[in-house]
């Protein structure tokens, strides 16, 4: 399948919603994380990849927030948060946010449509993906990009489990986006593969950015010219035993990374674009809590990562309905992330309407 800028001519095709497969997988980086951690820490101070991380470049304009997501329930109810934070700080002091879209890209409106505002995308034909749905990503933003309004000159690509837990300004500029730098893409490290995405002749490996599409702040006439590129390359890399093997669960990020530097965009890499509890200890100035990954504790408030503790907080515990309100605080001695991550869901939970009975499967 390769994506032309001319959309009109898509078939809209069946739902596919495979839920399981992705959203376990996130959880699989045990060991990884633990080796990282030992040796320094979720993001290097100085440097990442190699390069110098850059500064900021605000531009003062507004982005509209948009974010990709299905109808599953577990999506929903992250939804719901998320939106719930980005109300909360969008009119702040030091806030660049504009209008919001839930890009929905399973095919057909569900019940959060008159709670969030919503696109409507078709999923890639039936198959295609192969079970990693978040394929369906880059494809439905194509699409919400030729066909929606979108008053703001800038975007932000955010996700169903990403609070915005400080005021957000356009940390982008014309030319440069701005992106949040992960430990684990590493282009250098994979260039054999990259290679065959990204020619020699484009120009060394290291122009491929250590960052997947989210968190990205984007002006929108780049990202219309990014989004087609993203697709086929996502598909190619899918199509590829070697490279899917390879990449697995983060092959859509990469695809996203190589894209961009095929289109000669490089990105301004943010460490304080977002936290990652429970391996990011504090909140402080930055912007964004991911919380991909499970915080897992003992009464004693030692981290167990990798075993189920007796405090837990996991969004993969409640995959087919929402959690309850009124969470239970972890224990003393667990990181501030980790209790301002709960505060902030239980905050959320406790105003929004019909929560305990709105989301489940």
């Not at 530097?261 to 402080?284: N, T, Y």
């Not at 087919?320 to 505060?343: A, I």
């Amino acid at each position: 399948m390769i994506v032309r800028k001319n959309m009109g001519r898509a078939k809209s095709l069946l739902m596919l919603l495979i839920v399981l497969g992705f959203s376990f997988a996130t959880y699989n980086l045990v060991s990884l994380i633990i080796e990282h951690n030992k040796n320094e820490g979720l993001v290097a101070d100085e440097s990442f990849g190699g390069r110098k991380v850059m500064g900021s470049a605000k531009s003062g304009s507004k982005y509209h927030v948009a974010l990709t997501a299905t109808d599953a329930a577990y999506s929903q109810w992250q939804c719901r948060i998320m939106y719930y934070w980005y109300k909360k700080v969008r009119d702040m002091p030091g806030s660049d946010m504009g209008k919001f879209t839930r890009i929905l890209h399973s095919g057909r409106a569900d019940q959060l449509m008159n709670e969030i505002p919503t696109f409507v995308a078709d999923p890639l034909p039936e198959g295609l993906d192969r079970g990693y749905i978040v394929l369906n990503r880059p494809w439905a933003f194509v699409q919400w990009l030729e066909k929606a309004d979108i008053e703001e000159e800038y975007i932000l690509m955010a996700e169903p489990d990403h609070i915005f837990v400080n005021p957000l300004p356009n940390l982008a500029s014309r030319t440069q986006p701005a992106g949040f730098p992960f430990f684990y893409i590493k282009p250098a490290e994979n260039e054999k593969i990259i290679r065959k995405f990204y020619p020699e002749e484009k120009g060394p490996v290291t122009d491929v950015d250590p960052i997947g599409n989210s968190p990205v702040i984007i002006q929108k006439s780049l990202m219309e010219e990014i989004a087609p590129s993203w697709v086929n390359i996502s598909l190619r890399m899918k199509d590829d035993p070697e490279t899917d093997k390879a990449f697995g669960w983060v092959l859509e990020m990469y695809a996203y990374a190589v894209a961009s530097a095929l289109h000669g965009v490089k990105h301004i890499l943010r460490k304080d674009f977002m936290l990652q509890p429970p391996w990011d200890l504090h909140v402080g100035k930055k912007f964004i809590i991911h919380y991909t990954y499970g915080c897992d504790y003992n009464l004693k408030g030692e981290l167990t990562y990798g075993k189920i503790g007796e405090w837990r907080f996991d969004k993969r515990s409640h995959l087919t309905s929402p959690p309850p309100k009124n969470l239970s605080l972890p224990p003393p001695g667990v990181p501030e992330s980790v209790v301002r991550l709960v505060k902030m869901v239980n905050e959320a939970t406790a105003n929004i309407p019909e929560w305990d009975s709105l989301n489940r499967t």
